[in-house]
């Protein structure tokens, strides 16, 4: 037992203190991703300005700032908490001999660095998309998604919006994508990491961008926003374009929709008047027991 406490230790304490050397630079800049979300997030929102999709929106729409609460608490407070849990769980899994080499599929070691970052990403990204799916699927899940739901002003801060308990549920399907790949990190997974960021930024900004006959590979902004539509259409009623940074699996398994581009359509879901407006009220809401 006391391993898993030491494990659980080390993790936390290690994961608050590289949070802490990134904050005063005394990480490698290619791995500080506590400037690094800043940096895009600065870039993003300056696109969001000079050349705005919604003309009438305001620069600081609403629930700009809770928003940007969002991103720092997903990304730095949540994971010092959860780093410790998910080092005790691999170290309680590799004690009962399962490790990340256990369902090996792919061996890319000896492949060129940018082909296996590519399959790193394209893996990842599937995995995470058909998460994504199931957090649509099934109401218990859904109670938690909806708070990235409750969206009613798109901007690219609103990416981050979402319940600490979707990292959780999206944890076990894209260690399971890691696992595939023999528990293979390319080296330069950072590259990844900081791509589908600013993927996921730019999905959620203000910013009209389809990327021509490439808006069937790559997520974007105009067919992100129908993935927040308030009223489904007929037939999809389980929800449309779930792609996280491709929009590829949605085009393969044929939940793609976009209707028009105007950008003026009403985001949010049926019955979100009775939906909590503020932080704690959105963080209890997924564990209350009434609809
Ligand atoms: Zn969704
Ligand atoms: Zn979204």
Do not use: C
């Not at 990491?193 to 389809?210: D, L």
Request: no cysteine.
């Amino acid at each position: 037992m006391e391993k898993y406490f030491d494990a659980f230790n080390n993790a936390f304490f290690g994961t608050l203190d590289w949070t802490w050397s990134s904050i005063v630079f005394e990480v490698p800049w290619y791995t500080n991703y506590f400037w690094g979300l800043i940096v895009i997030s600065l870039f993003v929102w300056v696109l969001e300005i000079v050349f705005p999709w919604r003309k009438d929106q305001s620069i600081f729409r609403k629930d700009f700032w809770l928003d940007g609460f969002y991103m720092f608490f997903n990304f730095f407070i949540f994971s010092i908490v959860i780093s410790g849990i998910y080092k005790a769980l691999e170290t309680l899994f590799s004690d009962l001999g399962i490790s990340e080499k256990s369902f090996a599929v792919l061996h890319l070691e000896n492949w060129p660095n940018w082909l296996q970052l590519i399959i790193f990403f394209v893996i990842l990204d599937l995995f995470q998309w058909f998460t994504h799916v199931l957090l649509h699927r099934f109401e218990f899940l859904w109670k938690f998604h909806k708070v990235h739901h409750s969206v009613k002003e798109m901007g690219f801060a609103a990416h981050l919006r979402y319940h600490w308990m979707e990292n959780i549920f999206y944890k076990p399907l894209k260690t399971f994508g890691v696992m595939v790949l023999g528990g293979f990190e390319p080296e330069q997974a950072y590259v990844v990491h900081f791509i589908a960021i600013a993927i996921g930024h730019f999905n959620h900004a203000n910013i009209k961008v389809t990327w021509g006959p490439l808006k069937y590979i790559f997520n974007n902004p105009v067919m992100h926003l129908y993935h927040h539509v308030k009223a489904l259409p007929e037939g999809k009623t389980k929800g449309i374009n779930f792609g996280i940074s491709l929009s590829l699996w949605d085009y393969i398994f044929k939940t793609n929709y976009i209707a028009e581009d105007s950008g003026a359509i009403e985001i949010g879901f049926p019955g979100e008047e009775h939906f909590p407006r503020t932080f704690f009220g959105q963080v209890f809401y997924g564990f209350r027991n009434r609809k």
